[in-house]
């Protein structure tokens, strides 16, 4: 069996939550719509989903808009929120380092005449609360800044960012917590966020269900219509096992947090300490603010996508951190901004721990990781490249960002 060290991209669906299920694909396989007693008992049980997704992030139900992922909540967010405020402005800011849903959603919205800001990042992937606060202006009626990074990590100060928006009257925050939900608490008063969107599948819940958190009273224009589902918020019949399987993985990942996270700290330590043995690597994203699972590197004069391939032929799965396109690799735009010059970030590998991985896994990925890196310099006569990072600062960040900003 290959070593999974990939759960930033998915994890196993959970027995429990596959258990609860079940019903809900079979003998209660009614329409939540539909009002006789199959309809009903669907209805319940989506109810019961909405409940409790709703407690584990301090949430009331009806502020619980189920979606088919990630991509979808973060896709209603964005849109649902500019084409909603459209009328009072067309200013909305975001970050150099959003994962794609957001990002491409955002270069969308400009060809409708919205202006995008994109802030910059330091060398840590990290935002300054001081330029969300420069970026407001009255015509601002957004702000969108990812709760963890899925490629490097980091966690960003968004309570800190939420009280330089709250000093802005009708702006909106949203936050992508897709990565975060897995390891951080979530509490939508504390983050003091209007806007949150989950991903079932990267908590051990059942991929193509998601949800968006949307605060009681926010106005988002739905982006599907057709239907009354989701008090009008998105139409179409409803996902209720998966919703109830979102809802079972998401409270056992709450009530485990406690001892699968030090467990998870423990075993990702032990990577890096393996990987800071190896020449020409260097740790990315923050040293601290960062999620306890995720482990990415930039491994000196080598390419992240041949890395994977070859670990994949050796028995691990992971991954480079950013897309891959047939045939071609894009640089990480994350990497980018936070400064790494393009030949650096080519060498990205990311490593993401989970629930099931085990100290013997830890070891096993070590040998097999410093291995493949020197066949890969062998075969390359590539000396390593010894340099420390360029110690990319602020300012490099900046400008990547500045220019796409325009
Ligand atoms: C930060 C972040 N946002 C959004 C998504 C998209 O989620 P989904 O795959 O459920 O559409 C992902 C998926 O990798 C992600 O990591």
Redesign the pocket.
Known sequence: MPIYLDY??TTPLRREALEAMLPYLTERFGNASSPHAFGRAAHAGLDEARERVALAIGAQAREIVFTS????A?NLAVKGAAWAGKARGHRIVTTAVE?H?VGHTMRYLEKFGFEIVELPVDRYGRVDPKDVEAAMTPRTILVSV?LAN?EVGTIQPIAEIAACVRRHRGVLLHT?A??AAAHLAIDVAALDVDLL?L?A?KFEGPKGV?ALYVRHGTNILAQQQGGAQERYRRAGTEDVAGAMGMAVALDLVVAERPVVEPQVVALREGLAVRMRAVEGVQETGHPVERLANNLSLVVGGLDGASLVMALDLAGLACSIGSACVTGSTEVSHVLTAMGYPEDEAKGALRLTLGRMTTEDEIEEAGRLIAQAIETQREAAEMPAAVSRPSAPGPDAGRAASEATAG
């Open positions: 930033a991209a992922g990630g991509s979808e973060n994962h849903s990812m899925n992508d897709v990565q969107s991903a599948h998601g």
